[in-house]
T-cell receptor, first 109, second 120 residues
Framework: GQNIDQPTEMTATEGAIVQINCTYQ??????LFWYQQHAGEAPTFLSY??LDGLEEKGRFSSFLSRSKGYSYLLLKELQMKDSASYLC??????????WGAGTKLIIKP | GAVVSQHPSWVICKSGTSVKIECRSL??????MFWYRQFPKQSLMLMAT?????????EQGVEKDKFLINHASLTLSTLTVTSAHPEDSSFYIC????????????????FGPGTRLLVL
């Protein structure tokens, strides 16, 4: 079966750095997405990785290792507004998007 | 770019009535449209996918006669919840995917703001 694993919840301090991991086992791979979802709102697109390596976009970076079936989202200089759920999703061989359950990130002052 | 709107943003209705939710792409043509449902503190659940010019493909367990999807054009999709009941109360979110457009990344889904439905 297809499976996306990410931690249910994480806590971090304002100004710090946090890494949210995602591992996947899917039938084929055509890319991995990270989305941010604030409570009560729809998801917003953060990043898309299809090749191995690190993609940096401001305070957020996303890393992919296809051989390990592993990705992480790195958030630097955390701000209170970064408190949200972070969803990992993988595009499988049929171009179907397989969603993880999301990681709820709690930022403390 | 990649702006998606949804209307209404929230709706309250009586049990047994039908509710129509519209999803529009404002600055790109959407070749594929998705409808999701999300219950409080739960994951996104894909309900159906529709491609341009073809009927929607429903996920297992989603009643196609209850949740009517019309992919009216490359910029508009509608979801009609027919004979809504309290258990249909949820957060309904559309997402769109486009191609060959500098405003959108390939294979990336862009979400509307969602519609909160409360059935009394």
């Amino acid at each position: 079966g297809q499976n996306i694993d990410q931690p249910t919840e994480m806590t971090a301090t304002e100004g710090a750095i946090v890494q949210i991991n995602c591992t996947y086992q899917t039938s084929g791979f055509n890319g991995l997405f990270w989305y941010q979802q604030h409570a009560g709102e729809a998801p917003t697109f953060l990043s898309y990785n299809v090749l191995d390596g690190l993609e940096e976009k401001g305070r957020f970076s996303s890393f992919l290792s296809r051989s390990k079936g592993y990705s992480y989202l790195l958030l630097k200089e955390l701000q209170m507004k970064d408190s949200a759920s972070y969803l990992c999703a993988v595009l499988d061989s049929n171009y179907q998007l397989i969603w993880g359950a999301g990681t709820k990130l709690i930022i403390k002052p | 770019g990649a702006v998606v709107s949804q209307h209404p943003s929230w709706v309250i209705c009586k049990s047994g009535t039908s509710v129509k939710i519209e999803c529009r792409s404002l600055d790109f043509q959407a070749t594929t449209m998705f409808w999701y449902r999300q219950f409080p503190k739960q994951s996104l659940m894909l309900m159906a996918t529709s491609n341009e010019g073809s009927k929607a493909t429903y996920e297992q367990g989603v009643e196609k006669d209850k949740f009517l999807i019309n992919h009216a054009s490359l910029t508009l999709s509608t979801l009609t919840v027919t004979s809504a009941h309290p258990e249909d109360s949820s957060f309904y979110i559309c997402s769109l995917k486009g191609e060959d457009n500098p405003r959108v990344l390939q294979e990336t889904q862009y979400f509307g703001p969602g519609t909160r439905l409360l059935v009394l």
